[in-house]
Nanobody
């Protein structure tokens, strides 16, 4: 049974920082794509960043480039999203997902999702 558990969300003032973590268990492939998506109520979910654990290659959405950094743990089952210079528009539920391979942050590539962790940025 595949499980993803996110942590690290919370409330922060604009220009502040947060670090999210996601741990996946039960996924049979050591090399895999792990990603962060986010969703605001009433809007579509959008990709934030993804990493292929096999070679560490990453891809970021344009709206987070230079502000967010995605990294992986040595066990290849944990990823971290360091979020700096946060803006009120970054407020959303952040979800972690896993897939066999990365595909340009396309939601339909991912079959397993976590429950999400809320990030709220106040002005």
């Amino acid at each position: 049974q595949v499980q993803l558990v996110e942590s690290g969300g919370g409330s922060v003032q604009a220009e502040g920082s947060l670090r999210l973590a996601c741990v996946v268990s039960g996924y049979r492939y050591s090399s895999k794509c792990m990603a962060w998506f986010r969703q605001v109520a009433g809007k579509e979910r959008e990709g934030v960043a993804e990493v292929y654990t096999g070679d560490g290659s990453t891809q970021y959405a344009d709206f987070v480039k230079g502000r967010f950094t995605l990294s992986q743990g040595t066990d290849k089952n944990t990823i971290y999203l360091e979020m700096n210079s946060l803006k009120p528009e970054d407020t959303a539920m952040y979800y972690c997902a896993v897939a066999m391979s990365c595909w340009d942050l396309r939601e339909r590539a991912f079959g397993y999702w976590g429950q999400g962790t809320q990030v709220t940025v106040t002005s």
